[in-house]
């Protein structure tokens, strides 16, 4: 059997909080030019792209978004749903091709289920 030697993130060491801080930066300036450039879905855009990889950054910015515009919370809500189907269909992506597959069935059906919740979600706000 293989054997996997996990290590949880450790995110108040100094080095993963400049990584996240960079990540926050370089997210929260993305979206607000792609606001700036392409209008609301730049936004979607920007958030379809950051969520392939980290979904807390850019609910942060939208966070941040809304705080400072509350005409902007739906945007920012949409983008945030956005971000994690993106980062759900990332991960199954990788399960799919990685994993067994008794692991992969389980995974895309859980996923198509997350991703029909997703669609409903970005239509209902």
Request: a positive charge.
């Amino acid at each position: 059997p293989a054997k996997f030697d996990f290590k949880p993130k450790e995110h108040f060491e100094l080095g993963e909080a400049l990584r996240f801080g960079l990540l926050f930066g370089v997210i929260t300036f993305a979206a607000k030019a792609a606001q700036v450039y392409l209008g609301d879905s730049g936004v979607y855009l920007a958030g379809a792209i950051a969520g392939l990889t980290d979904v807390d950054a850019i609910a942060l910015s939208m966070a941040q978004l809304a705080r400072a515009d509350t005409a902007s919370a739906t945007l920012a809500s949409r983008t945030i749903v956005i971000a994690v189907a993106a980062n759900t269909v990332f991960k199954a992506g990788m399960v799919a091709f990685l994993g067994a597959p008794s692991l992969r069935r389980v995974i895309l059906a859980a996923s198509s289920v997350i991703l029909i919740a997703a669609a409903l979600a970005a239509w209902a706000i």
